[in-house]
């Protein structure tokens, strides 16, 4: 779960739009850009807010661009929350929130108009992050050999000092944050992993990163907050009702608190070009950026990509293997499984491997030494597709206490699917 606070903006906000990049240079498709040969430094915008074309066209330049070439890439997506390859959405996400968001017969939500959300799964590791219009992500792909985990981060902050923002770092979890210190002490200007203002209240995160590395290449992704308008709801969305039942293999989400910068989107985009442009050797005005957008669904790579992080398969049977237990205590800071009161006999079991049920005991009282037809018959299903847990419930009492038990396992374990 995430805290928020928004900052006094530094200047009006007003979301990036294509009006603003009008002398960037239509036309060029991906493949074009990167066969020439004598180019190894490249930049590009996408003119597309969907999540799963601009994670395609990242994998892409990824995976395709020559080994020895450098890649900056800047994009922002519609509302979504994106989980990392090795994550567990039952973990991460309110499913049930998710599922709210998306049925026809939502009530209006808080902000209104935030209406539906894609759930993604990108390729590279790290945690959960919520995007909007008001995060721009930045990307750089580079040399393997040139990697570090700071390296861009660092780029990042130097834009954004030169727009004015002093308080940015990078820390030691190679995030940017924001210090919130009253006074102001003598430090190094240059220095990107120090400010003036860094004795006092914890930092507040703007821009969490994730890494992607393959045979010669690597990928340094993050998210940046500009002005999102929806911070106040991001907690509601990343709290999981099954988060403390769940044991899991997989990465968690550290949580941290966090804030909008108070910049116009354009001038983050702008800001990081010109660092980029001057660490590479680009022109720093960006007018040597090509723009892609739904055009690109025409690459057979990318296309193949697209169609994939879309898939119900992806999303939830990419999942590590994790067990949800109602009274095995868990080995960490959480405290121990509580069941309702009218429910505290009741003991449900699931081993979930790639989101489908391995090995699975939901019953009111005694577990026993065998599992009943019932407890059978759950054996094989995917966790994601299960809406009602009736079927599958072992009882001896009456329907109520069966219903009881399969409601709340309905509200901890919701299937984001509309039905």
């Known amino acids: 779960m995430l805290f928020s606070r928004t900052l006094q903006p530094l200047q009006r906000n007003r979301v990036w739009t294509i009006s603003r990049l009008a002398n960037r240079r239509y036309g060029s498709t991906l493949a074009d850009a990167l066969a020439n040969p004598e180019k190894k430094v490249h930049s590009f915008i996408s003119r597309s807010r969907d999540p799963y074309l601009n994670l395609s066209i990242e994998h892409y330049l990824l995976t395709k661009s020559p080994h020895d070439s450098t890649i900056l890439f800047l994009y922002t997506n519609r509302p979504c929350i994106v989980i990392g390859r090795n994550q567990n959405p039952w973990m991460e996400v309110n499913l049930g929130l998710l599922r709210a968001a998306r049925s026809s017969q939502r009530k209006e939500t808080e902000p209104p108009g935030i209406g539906e959300l894609d759930l993604v799964r990108r390729r590279s590791g790290g945690g959960t992050v919520f995007h909007d219009e008001g995060n721009v992500n930045w990307g750089v792909i580079s040399p393997s050999d040139d990697f570090s985990r700071d390296k861009h981060a660092e780029m990042v902050v130097r834009a954004l000092r030169k727009l004015g923002v002093e308080r940015a770092r990078v820390n030691e979890r190679h995030d940017i944050v924001l210090d919130q210190g009253a006074e102001r002490a003598k430090v190094d200007e240059a220095d990107t992993h120090k400010t003036p203002f860094g004795e006092g209240p914890r930092p507040l995160k703007v821009s969490g990163s994730a890494y992607k590395l393959i045979r ?70 960006g007018s040597v950026a090509v723009e892609v957008g739904e055009e690109q669904l025409g690459v057979p790579e990318i296309d193949k990509g697209y169609e994939e992080l879309k898939t119900l398969k992806w999303t939830y049977l990419s999942t590590p293997k994790f067990i949800f237990s109602t009274k095995e205590p868990l080995p960490d800071e959480r405290r121990d499984p509580v069941l309702p009161a009218h429910l505290e006999d009741a003991q449900v079991v699931l081993t979930v491997h790639n989101g489908t049920i391995k090995g699975g005991r939901a019953c009111l009282g005694p577990l026993g030494e065998t599992r009943s037809p019932r407890e059978e018959a759950l054996q094989g299903r995917n966790l994601h597709e299960i809406d009602d847990w009736r079927p599958y419930v072992k009882y001896e009492g009456g329907i109520a206490e069966r219903d009881a038990l399969a409601g709340w396992l309905r509200a901890t374990l919701p299937s984001p699917l509309e039905q």
């Open 216 to 285: 010669g290449r690597a990928l340094h992704h993050a998210t940046c907050l500009l002005s999102s308008p929806n911070l106040q709801i991001i907690p509601d969305y990343l709290h999981s009702p099954a988060k403390r039942f769940i044991k899991a293999q997989g990465v968690e989400s550290v949580s941290s608190p966090v804030a909008n910068i108070g910049i116009e989107n354009s001038d983050f985009v702008e800001g990081v070009q010109s660092e980029f442009g001057s660490m590479y050797g680009l022109s720093s005005d």
